[in-house]
Every structure is written in structure tokens, then in C-alpha cells.
């Protein structure tokens, strides 16, 4: 009977050790989990801003879809316009010349990822990552802000989407903050802004 009742006690120990193992490991997890899932998004948000600045730049307006995107990356040019002359200065009787130069969209996208210290990769820029093939949303349209037609655009996801086991409403507990069912986005299209909604 003593050795049922130790076996039982050791049991009890056990599942109590696990308990209290689980209790102080999973909020560890998440925020590990969290800070690395939300990195990778963010600066994949990042690198789609970045392309779709220069999309404007070529086109004058932004990208409603990654199709259009990648290949303006890839094949588009960005006039530079070189002033000759200086038009502030009065006493210049010379003639103001403008000379455009149009240089390669990839070029300043190359820049941008020696910038920022890493390869990107245009044909991956369209997926979540930690999903199994899921994109980012992209609207781009023109409002009129303020009596001025601006272009707009929003492209973001939900953390539903790339959370994972941690994308449960009970995570709410180790962060006060933590909604699993809020887009993490860049954009807005009732403003001509491009701030993230992470840099708040």
C-alpha cells in the first residue's frame, strides 16, 4: 500500500513540475515567438515600401498588385533631372537647362538591400512569411486629401495569418497589447501616408 501511495506521490510531482514548468516557459516562448514571427513580417513590410516608392517613382502612382510590382522593379527606369544653370540667381543671363537621365529602378532597389545589409528577393516579396504561401493584401487607389488628389496605398496582414499556435486570444495574458487579430500593415488609404503601423 506505501509503495502505491509513494508511486502516486512521484505521479503528482511530476504532473505538478510539468505544470509548473509549462507556467513559466510559455510566455518566454511567445514573446521569442512573437518578436521573430513579427520581425520577419515587418521587415518584409519594409521591402515592399520600398518597391512601391519606387514604383511611384516611375509611374507616378502606386501598385495595386506583386505582378505589376516585381516587374516595374525589374524592368522600370526613374527619370533624374539634372538642373544646368541656377534658376535663383538673378544675375544669371545664361538659360536654365533641364537634362534627364533615366536610371534602372533596379539599381536604387540594389541599394536599398546593400543599405539594409541583405539580399531580398523580388519573386518571394508578395508572401507572409510563416504561412504556406499566403500574400500580403495591396490596395492602391487616389483620394482627395485636403482638395489635392494624392495616391494611396495600404498593404498589410493579419497576425492570424503567420502567428501560428500562438495566434489564440489567450496570449493576451503575457502581453497587454498582443491582438492576434490585428493587421500589421504599412499605409493607410485614407491618407497619403506610408508610416507602419509598428513605428507608433
Not at 510590382?69 to 541656377?86: A, H, R, S, W, Y
Not at 493579419?158 to 490585428?182: C, H, L, Q, V, W
Amino acid at each position: 500500500m506505501r509503495l502505491i501511495i509513494n508511486l502516486v506521490l512521484v505521479a503528482l510531482v511530476g504532473v505538478l513540475i510539468y505544470i509548473l514548468y509549462g507556467s513559466i516557459n510559455e510566455p518566454i516562448a511567445f514573446q521569442a515567438e512573437k518578436a521573430r514571427r513579427e520581425g520577419a513580417v515587418i521587415e518584409r513590410l519594409m521591402d515592399i515600401r520600398k518597391a512601391q516608392e519606387l514604383y511611384r517613382e516611375v509611374h507616378g502612382g502606386y501598385a495595386k498588385d506583386f505582378d505589376g510590382l516585381v516587374n516595374t522593379i525589374q524592368t522600370g527606369e526613374i527619370p533624374v533631372v539634372k538642373v544646368i544653370g541656377d534658376p535663383d540667381d538673378p544675375t544669371n543671363t545664361d538659360a536654365i537647362r533641364y537634362d534627364t537621365t533615366f536610371v534602372p529602378a533596379m539599381t536604387y532597389y540594389n541599394d536599398y538591400q546593400t543599405m539594409m545589409k541583405r539580399t531580398i528577393s523580388l519573386d518571394s516579396l508578395r508572401y507572409v512569411p510563416f504561412t504556406k504561401g499566403q500574400q500580403f493584401t495591396v490596395q492602391a487607389d487616389t483620394l482627395t486629401y485636403q482638395s489635392t488628389l494624392v495616391n494611396v496605398v495600404e498593404v498589410g496582414t493579419p497576425r492570424t495569418e503567420f502567428m501560428g499556435p500562438y495566434a489564440d486570444e489567450r496570449f493576451k495574458r503575457y502581453d497587454a497589447s498582443y491582438d492576434p487579430n490585428k493587421t500589421i500593415k504599412f499605409g493607410t488609404m485614407d491618407a497619403p501616408n506610408l508610416a507602419g503601423n509598428w513605428e507608433r
